[in-house]
Structures are given as structure tokens and as C-alpha cells.
């Protein structure tokens, strides 16, 4: 059975930091292009990064410069760093496992607050 599993989502001030996890278990998870995509109230879900299997990368280019994609296949583990948020970065983060078709996490809500 897949599974992704988001952690690391909080409440965090302008101008902070944290880091995303995701970890996926049922997929050999070398072959799948992973991403991360949030969905804010009454918004539509949308990209912010992207991972392919040859380690190329691609963000929404609100976060460029300040949001980090990387992956670890020995871990099954997709990681999103995110610097300098700010109060548009709220939002339930999604992680996404593409190979053929979809696969999507519950999701991780990031609140950014003062």
C-alpha cells in the first residue's frame, strides 16, 4: 500500500524557517518524480517545487530563493527547506509522488504568524 507521510508543518513567524518531510513507503521510490504542492483556504492546490529522478529541480517562482527541494533515496525521503516565510506561504503543504499517475499525502499545515 503507498503511503506518503508529511511532518515538520507548524506555526512559525515572518521570516522564519522549517523544514518539510515526506516519507514514502510502497513505491520504489528512485523511479518517481517528487514534489510539494500547498493548497490555502478557497485557493486552488498549486506547485511550489518540484524533484525529478535525475535530481533536477523546478519552484513556483513565489518561493524561489527561499524554499530548497531535495531528496534522499536511500531514505525514501523528500524534504522541502523553507527560509524567510511569509504570512502568502500559509498554506496545507502536500507532498506528491509522480510515475505514471498521482499519489498525494494528507498534507502538513504551515502557519505563518506573528
Known amino acids: 500500500q503507498v503511503q506518503l507521510v508529511e511532518s515538520g508543518g507548524g506555526l512559525v513567524q515572518p521570516g522564519g524557517s522549517l523544514r518539510l518531510s515526506c516519507v514514502a513507503s510502497?513505491?520504489?521510490?528512485?523511479?518517481?518524480?517528487m514534489g510539494w504542492y500547498r493548497q490555502a483556504p478557497g485557493k486552488q492546490r498549486e506547485l511550489v517545487a518540484r524533484?525529478?529522478?535525475?535530481?533536477?529541480?523546478n519552484y513556483a517562482d513565489s518561493v524561489k530563493g527561499r524554499f530548497t527541494i531535495s531528496r534522499d533515496n536511500g531514505k525514501n525521503t523528500v524534504y522541502l527547506q523553507m527560509n524567510s516565510l511569509k504570512p502568502e506561504d500559509t498554506a496545507v503543504y502536500h507532498c506528491?509522488?509522480?510515475?505514471?499517475?498521482?499519489?498525494w499525502g494528507q498534507g502538513t499545515q504551515v502557519t505563518v504568524s506573528s
Open positions: 506528491n509522488a509522480y510515475y505514471r499517475f498521482n499519489r
Open positions: 524533484i525529478t529522478i535525475g535530481d533536477s529541480t
Open positions: 510502497g513505491i520504489i521510490f528512485r523511479l518517481y518524480d
